[in-house]
Nanobody, 122 residues
Framework: QVQLVESGGGLVQAGGSLRLSCAAS????????TGWYRQAPGKQRELVAV???????NYADSVKGRFTISRDNAKNMVYLQMNSLKPEDTAVYYC????????????????WGRGTQVTVSS
């Protein structure tokens, strides 16, 4: 059973930084694109950043220049470095990954973590 577990959330003042981590575990054959999403109260979940297996990165306009996504393929980890945080970044942040398991290496499915809360105070 594949699992994604996020960590690193917390309370920070505006202008501060946080680093989120996401660990993937289980019988993983390969991890394709991975990304971070967020959902603020009363709003829909939105894409924050995504990174492909080849390292191509894309960001939401609202976080460009402030957030950096990275991954460590050897450790099955993905990270989100968040700098210059703003109160509007407050949300639950979710890790997402498209993963193929060993028992079915040609089929990839989407997996989600349970989320980690990020709160930015003004």
């Amino acid at each position: 059973q594949v699992q994604l577990v996020e960590s690193g959330g917390g309370l920070v003042q505006a202008g501060g930084s946080l680093r989120l981590s996401c660990a993937a575990s289980g019988r993983i054959f390969s991890i394709n694109a991975t990304g971070w999403y967020r959902q603020a109260p009363g709003k829909q979940r939105e894409l924050v950043a995504v990174i492909t297996s080849g390292g191509t990165k894309n960001y939401a306009d609202s976080v460009k220049g402030r957030f950096t996504i990275s991954r460590d393929n050897a450790k099955n980890m993905v990270y989100l470095q968040m700098n210059s945080l703003k109160p509007e970044d407050t949300a639950v942040y979710y890790c997402n990954a498209r993963i193929a398991e060993y028992y079915s290496p040609t089929y990839s499915a989407d997996y989600w973590g349970r989320g980690t809360q990020v709160t930015v105070s003004s």
